[in-house]
């Protein structure tokens, strides 16, 4: 049973517009949560991550929101670039070290010239 | 920037050959991990280690096992291939000291068994 749910597969935008990426959730005990950003042919590097004890973070053109009540969280990437073209993946932890990470299938993204 | 570094980057084999995937960091993280993920699906965590002589196994079983000898080094062995065994597997490490830390992946090592 899937705890972390990435349900779009795939995401298409334009250049300079705006990328959302959503994430779902079932655990109510997770409190942290974190984005990875992977191209082909490599391993995910960390992009951005939020506490559950806030509803927004970001760094420069990644914003991460959470929504708890909802238990759904998105990544805002403003403005697109090409080079964001990625599989992006959720994933959640539980109180303690990473080895509880819970990741989702991932978003592919694709910015267009 | 992290230094963890996996080989081969690509290993194309036969059913029945033993193969080990080398995995190593150069940034003295304690713990250490190796996922399993094919196309359109979630990370799987099938080993992980707290440090030297620590080893567990994951949420996904594997017939793969692992050893812990070294701080900077976490090799993963299949003793036979099998094409279930066809995957992406994924090195990490992380540093335990702070409090949700997050993960280095190596470059991965793309395993084809015929």
């Known amino acids: 049973d899937q705890q972390v749910k990435q349900n779009s597969p795939s995401l298409s935008v334009q250049e300079g517009r705006i990328s959302i990426l959503n994430c779902d959730y079932t655990?109510?005990?997770?409190?942290?949560f974190l984005w990875y950003k992977k191209y082909p042919a490599e391993g995910p590097t960390f992009l951005i991550s939020i506490s559950s004890i806030k509803d927004k973070n970001e760094d420069g053109r990644f914003t991460v929101f959470l929504n708890k009540s909802a238990k759904h969280l998105s990544l805002h990437i403003v403005p697109s670039q090409p080079g964001d073209s990625a599989v992006y993946f959720c994933a959640a932890n539980l109180q303690g070290g990473s080895e509880k990470l819970v990741f989702g299938k991932g978003t592919k993204l694709t910015v267009n010239p | 920037e992290a230094d963890i570094y996996q080989t081969p980057r690509y290993l194309v084999i036969g059913t029945g050959k033993k193969i080990t995937l080398e995995c190593s960091q150069t940034m003295g993280h304690d713990k250490m991990y190796w996922y399993q993920q094919d196309p359109g699906m979630e990370l799987h965590l099938i080993h992980y280690?707290?440090?030297?002589?620590?080893?567990e196994k994951g949420d996904l079983s594997s017939e793969s096992t692992v050893s812990r000898i070294r701080t900077e080094h976490f090799p993963l062995t299949l003793e036979s291939a099998r094409p279930s065994h066809t995957s992406q597997y994924l090195c990490?490490?992380?540093?335990?000291?702070?409090?949700?830390?997050?993960?280095?992946f190596g470059s991965g090592t793309q395993l084809s068994v015929l």
């Open positions: 990490a490490s992380s540093d335990a000291r702070i409090l949700n830390e997050k993960l280095f």
């Open positions: 655990n109510s005990m997770f409190d942290y």
């Open positions: 280690s707290y440090g030297v002589n620590s080893t």
